[in-house]
């Protein structure tokens, strides 16, 4: 598949965010860095020690820099390469995803883009 026609059926728009982000599975956690985020998921940097199975729940907490704001989601792995993990959420509390929704809402140069994404999340 090309890049463009990736891009033609992707719904959600990622946005750059470099942050660290907190995986966790059952009692075990580990650190990474987060490198884009969508109201649909997130893509972080693969750590050399991962054991998590592609399809284990996972939680990824990420802590938005200079504020106390954390954005929590659970989430399983759709897809690993070139040192990333793509994760797609599962669920997500109403606090994280206002937060989510008002980072992507202020990183968005269309306003009514993230109308559409919104009509095509509660469409998935």
Known sequence: ????ATREQRR????????????????????????DISLKGMLVQKS???PVHRHDPVELSVRI???DT???MYAHQVHEEDGHIGYQCDHIDL???SSLKRLVELNLSDPKA???ELAALSEA
């Open 12 to 35: 959600f728009s990622r946005i750059l965010f470099d942050a660290p982000v907190t995986i966790s599975s059952g009692k075990e956690r580990w650190q990474s860095r987060l490198l």
């Open 1 to 4: 598949m090309t890049p463009a």
């Open 95 to 97: 606090g994280s995803i």
């Open 48 to 50: 050399a020690d991962w």
């Open 114 to 116: 993230l109308d559409r």
């Open 65 to 67: 820099p200079d504020s």
């Open 70 to 72: 954390c954005i929590r």
